[in-house]
């Protein structure tokens, strides 16, 4: 995908994790730990974690584009056994 190989070549990266009432910001270094299928599997290092939440003069925290959550059965049962293979693949690394 073109996130792996971004990442490939520049690890850094921030996550972020919304909640209603606050955001929080990770920062670090992704490195790959694995190629399953047609998915990668990253390793993430935190170097930095930030927390933010509204002001008082602001609402509630949203995401407004970019990211969109569906429900699809055959992705789910994808997903599903996407996962236990990665754990699987996992295991024989440690």
């Known amino acids: 995908s073109g996130t792996a190989e ?5 690890p850094q990266c921030a996550l972020i994790f ?10 670090g270094r992704a490195s790959l730990k694995a ?3 047609d998915q990668a599997v990253f390793q993430f290092c935190l170097t930095t974690a930030l ?4 002001g008082s003069d602001e609402g ?3 995401l407004r584009s970019g990211i969109r959550f569906e429900r699809d059965a055959k992705i789910d049962d994808q997903r599903l056994a996407l996962r ?7 295991q024989g690394l440690s």
């Not at 919304?18 to 910001?25: G, T």
């Open 6 to 10: 971004n990442l490939k070549t520049r």
């Open 18 to 27: 919304a909640e209603v009432d606050f955001l929080f910001y990770l920062k």
């Open 35 to 37: 190629t399953i299928a």
């Open 51 to 54: 927390e933010d939440s509204s």
């Open 60 to 62: 509630k925290t949203s």
């Open 84 to 90: 236990d293979r990665v754990e699987a693949s996992l």
